[in-house]
């Protein structure tokens, strides 16, 4: 029977061992190599559970890069659909800030959607105004309940912000876009005093039948006057074409609103609607921002 020699078994023993020592260090130069995520500078993400709500939802913070410097206080931009338009808002206000016109410095605030559901789910439940047929793409959706998310951000989104930063309670800008400009309509006709501008994209006037028209109405039997600055946008494209006969002509219905809301006289309220040509659904929300920022935070002299 062949016995292995000494040194023919340390041969094999230093092979293995060789092989071995490099797996590892193959290993743990990967994990080494593992890249760091991507943060954003001056962000901060509070968790804010609300017993109102029995819900719990994230709000984004961006900072202005002097905050730690200064003392002063800063308007507040509060955002919609924070997951896609905090970061958006953030790039454009520096971009504008660097090399166009200028923007006044201002603390960001994005609203996201509740903890563990789609962005779906919470924007038809959270920005919608009634509880409108059942959506034919989201058979199980809930809606309408506008009024209470409202309560939320009052009660306990404002106060949270301006307890923790410095803040001009004076000045609140509201962005929205398609449904979330549904809730800044509701906001701007039942809760004037939350905000003091309001930035709104491809408002869905649409919705149950034309439901905004007739909270409008309801809102002109009973009031004289509307403190709000409000500036609406839509794209050009927003509207019917040959392949979607069926769509809602949102330019028609936006210039309709605006004209309905020019009509009364009311005091306190100033109102511009403005078309971008060329874009849609899809492609507005940038140009909006950029020329709502433009118009509701000029750069201070």
């Keep these: 029977m062949f016995l292995p020699s000494i040194p023919f078994i340390v041969t094999i023993l230093s092979k293995f061992v060789g092989t071995a020592i490099a797996y590892v260090t193959l290993a743990t130069a990967a994990v080494a190599a593992t890249p760091a995520p991507y943060f954003l500078e001056n962000t901060e993400v509070i968790a804010t559970p609300s017993a109102r709500l029995n819900r719990s939802y994230e709000i984004y913070v961006s900072l202005p890069s002097d905050y730690a410097k200064l003392t002063k206080r800063y308007p507040v931009v509060y955002v919609t659909d ?3 338009a905090f970061p958006l808002i953030r790039a454009i206000a520096g971009r504008v800030d660097r090399h166009g016109v200028g923007l006044e410095d201002f ?24 509880n409108r047929a059942k959506d034919r793409d989201i058979p199980d959706s809930v809606y309408g309940q ?14 949270l912000v301006d307890n923790r930063y410095r803040t001009d309670p004076k000045r609140r800008i509201f962005v929205g876009h398609s449904y979330g400009s549904l809730l800044g309509l509701r906001a701007m ?14 408002p869905s006037l649409w919705f149950d039948k034309g439901y905004p028209f007739d909270a409008l109405n309801q809102y002109k039997s009973t009031h004289t006057d509307l403190v709000a600055k409000v500036r609406f946008y839509v794209g050009g494209n927003e509207r019917p074409a040959r392949s979607r006969p069926k769509e809602a002509n949102m330019v028609e219905l936006m210039n309709r609103y605006v004209a309905d809301l020019r009509a009364q006289r009311w005091r306190g309220l100033d109102v511009k609607a403005t078309v971008l040509d060329g874009e849609d659904h899809a492609t507005v929300f940038p140009r909006l921002v950029t020329q709502g920022l433009m118009w509701a935070l000029p750069k201070q002299d």
């Design 82 to 84: 924070a997951p896609y």
């Design 107 to 130: 603390i960001l605030v994005g609203l996201s959607y509740a903890s563990g559901e789609s962005g779906t789910t919470s924007r038809n439940r959270d920005y919608t105004p009634t």
């Design 146 to 159: 506008s009024a209470a998310y409202l309560d939320f951000v009052k009660k306990e989104v404002l106060p």
């Design 189 to 202: 006709l039942e809760r004037p005093q939350i905000f003091s501008h309001y930035i709104l994209g491809s």
